[in-house]
């Protein structure tokens, strides 16, 4: 995500204004933490945010999603004591900020359960998603048209998935979802879609495809094989402090790393 571009910068001022909006005055208030962005990682924190407040309760922590670009404007603008980015790499616009690594995800690629494909390779997948090949008999498939589905515009899902892969334009019929929880159904409800995710979010409803050979899992990950990874960041304006270090200093323990992992992510570390 090389800057924001206007479209991406009209989203997040539009998205930053609801999250003012819903945190209003209690975003001042010391125990009072809104966590805004990556909508991959949002059920983690969600999750996470539950646990820390039933220890807690004199602490109140919202969640939001919104993508990876609205985590840094909203850390940046303030609107959100904590941003949730999970970006290959981080750009300029977050040089200002505090980055803590707090879990690492794969990205699988997924088609319909219907579907014969179980392997691409890399060219393939980028040819798949950049409309270069749009039948599904050129990689193996059955003689169907391809239809790709993709995040939108500012997702740290998306910016990852391109940079790994080495940067391609989309194709221009590509359907486009705002979250990876709407890219798993629409593939799921379509036997020619091909869509990616983060792997903590797959079910049986979609078929994860291997990678040159790699499947997505834990082990594979964690061994450096599949190559589709990609860190998550919390991040701050300055030094965490107060409510949100001891938030953050809990999703780090061991307690927070193991609800991670549970749940089908990977630790940082």
Not at 100 to 107: E, K, M, Q, S
């Amino acid at each position: 995500m090389k800057g924001l571009k206007n479209a991406e910068k009209a989203m997040v001022a539009a998205a930053t204004a609801a999250a003012l909006a819903l945190t209003g005055c209690g975003r001042n208030q010391a125990n009072s933490i809104t966590v805004a962005g990556s909508t991959a990682f949002q059920p983690f924190a969600e999750k996470l945010a539950d646990q820390f407040m039933a220890r807690r309760p004199d602490v109140r922590i919202t969640v939001q999603g919104g993508g990876s670009a609205l985590g840094i404007q909203t850390a940046l603008s303030g609107a959100a004591q904590i941003g949730m980015a999970d970006l290959v790499k981080l750009p300029p616009e977050a040089a200002g900020l505090e980055s803590i690594t707090v879990a690492r995800d794969g990205i699988a690629v997924i088609v319909n359960q219907g579907n014969a494909v179980s392997n691409l390779a890399t060219d393939q997948v980028r040819a798949v998603f950049n409309g270069t090949v749009a039948n599904w008999r050129n990689v193996g498939g059955d003689d169907r048209g391809i239809r790709v589905v993709s995040r939108e515009a500012g997702s740290g899902t998306r910016s990852s998935f391109e940079d790994i892969l080495g940067g391609f334009r989309l194709a221009n019929d590509a359907i486009v979802q705002d979250s990876n929880g709407t890219i798993r159904e629409t593939v799921a409800n379509d036997r020619d879609a091909v869509g990616y995710l983060s792997h903590g979010l797959l079910t049986e409803r979609v078929k994860p495809v291997s990678l040159d050979g790699v499947e997505c899992k834990e082990e594979e990950i964690v061994a450096g094989w599949y190559k589709l990874v990609r860190p998550v960041f919390l991040l701050t304006k300055g030094a965490p402090s107060g409510a949100a270090k001891d938030f953050i200093d809990f999703v780090l323990s061991p307690e927070g790393q193991e609800t991670i992992r549970r749940n089908g992510l990977l630790p940082a570390r």
